[in-house]
T-cell receptor, first 109, second 114 residues
């Protein structure tokens, strides 16, 4: 079976750093995606990790440990517009994505 | 470049009525997906197409749901008859290929069944 866990909600302050964790147990693994989804909008791609380590892209970074079944998304210098849901998704095989339930991040002034 | 287009954006129907959703993927994207997303949850895959072939429809409730992708471009997802539990957002996504390629999502169709 597939199991992907992420916290349901997180709150952080504008300008701060927040880390959103994702743990997974899946029957196959071809990489892990992070998507951002603002309320009422489509998910948009943030990052993709297939090898262990940290991928940095501007204010956002994503980390993967395949041996631990663990990933995190790191958001730096938080802005109000970062308030959204963050979806962790595992590519089981050939771009078949299984999504976690999403983490709703609220950024406060 | 135009993104994934979906219509309608919103649909309200009574239970037992039929409903159809339409998706036009990004030009050149061979892979097309239909997802269902309930409020506060992540998307769940319903069906995946490679060109015009449905390569994974194991999560599609085939007693009431059907989908087609004629000519390997546009796709239609149909529900007949709709049930109250079908109320959700139906997302269409496309990607250029398999294995590590980003999926581009459309804005979705919010279905309310009364």
């Amino acid at each position: 079976g597939q199991n992907i866990d992420q916290p349901t909600e997180m709150t952080a302050t504008e300008g701060a750093i927040v880390q959103i964790n994702c743990t997974y147990q899946t029957s196959g693994f071809n990489g892990l995606f992070w998507y951002q989804q603002h309320a009422g909008e489509a998910p948009t791609f943030l990052s993709y990790n297939v090898l262990d380590g940290l991928e940095e892209k501007g204010r956002f970074s994503s980390f993967l440990s395949r041996s631990k079944g663990y990933s995190y998304l790191l958001l730096k210098e938080l802005q109000m517009k970062d308030s959204a849901s963050y979806l962790c998704a595992v590519d089981n095989a050939g771009n078949m994505l299984t999504f976690g339930g999403g983490t709703r991040l609220m950024v406060k002034p | 470049e135009a993104g994934v287009v979906q219509s309608p954006r919103y649909k309200i129907i009574e239970k037992k009525q039929p409903v159809a959703f339409w998706c036009n993927p990004i030009s050149g994207h061979n892979t097309l997906y239909w997802y269902l997303q309930n409020l506060g949850q992540g998307p769940e895959l319903l069906i995946r197409y490679e060109n015009e072939e449905a390569v994974d429809d194991s999560q599609l409730p085939k007693d009431r749901f059907s989908a087609e992708r004629l000519k390997g471009v546009d796709s239609t997802l149909k529900i007949q008859p709709a049930e109250l539990g079908d109320s959700a957002v139906y997302l269409c996504a496309s990607s250029i290929g398999q294995g590590g390629y980003e999926q581009y999502f459309g804005p979705g169709t919010r279905l309310t069944v009364t």
